[in-house]
Nanobody
Framework: QVQLQESGPGLVKPSQTLSLTCTVSGGSITTNYYYWSWIRQPPGKGLEWMGAIAYSGSTYYSPSLKSRTSISRDTSKNQFTLQLSSVTPEDTAVYYC??????????WGQGTQVTVSS
């Protein structure tokens, strides 16, 4: 059974770049035809899809975040990474990574709290 685990700093200063890593076990991130996504949930708000990287390495981003978001992967470590630049306090959220199969977000990490504050 696939497991996902987010890791990264819990506190980021405004204007800096937020960087999170999702480590996947129990399955390869290059396996057809899975997509590996980042989702976040700001306090008191709903889930927001940020972007994804496909089994092929292709990337997809939310239009509202595209200018600030980059998703990459390290296949040797079976990890994929989120970078969000120029963060503001509005980027404070719980960040999740998830595996998507045929449009279903079937496997999730436990989530990691990121606070943007000086």
């Amino acid at each position: 059974q696939v497991q996902l685990q987010e890791s990264g700093p819990g506190l980021v200063k405004p204007s800096q770049t937020l960087s999170l890593t999702c480590t996947v076990s129990g399955g390869s991130i290059t396996t057809n035809y899975y997509y590996w996504s980042w989702i976040r949930q700001p306090p008191g708000k709903g889930l927001e899809w940020m972007g994804a990287i496909a089994y092929s390495g292709s990337t997809y981003y939310s239009p509202s975040l595209k200018s600030r978001t980059s998703i990459s992967r390290d296949t040797s470590k079976n990890q994929f990474t989120l970078q969000l630049s120029s963060v503001t306090p509005e980027d404070t959220a719980v960040y999740y990574c998830a595996r998507v199969d045929a449009g279903v977000f079937g496997s999730w990490g436990q989530g990691t709290q990121v606070t943007v504050s000086s």
